[in-house]
């Protein structure tokens, strides 16, 4: 869930990119795998469904 963090703070593709010092295009990848872990389709219901589980 570290990934989608600051995606759910509003963060792009390109800045979790450079912040992750990988691709944007890697960033989509890990954001799709993250939705179907989840069982989501958007981000909005992403970040309510991380919301939603227990801490780590």
Do not use: D, F, N, W
Not at 26 to 32: A, D, I, P, S
């Amino acid at each position: 869930m570290r990934r989608a963090r600051p995606r759910g703070l509003g963060a792009g593709a390109g800045l979790i990119g450079a912040i992750l010092a990988i691709s944007p295009r890697t960033v989509h990848k890990h954001l799709q795998r993250i939705y179907e872990k989840l069982g989501v389709e958007t981000r909005t219901a992403a970040v309510a469904r991380a919301h939603a589980l227990p801490a780590a």
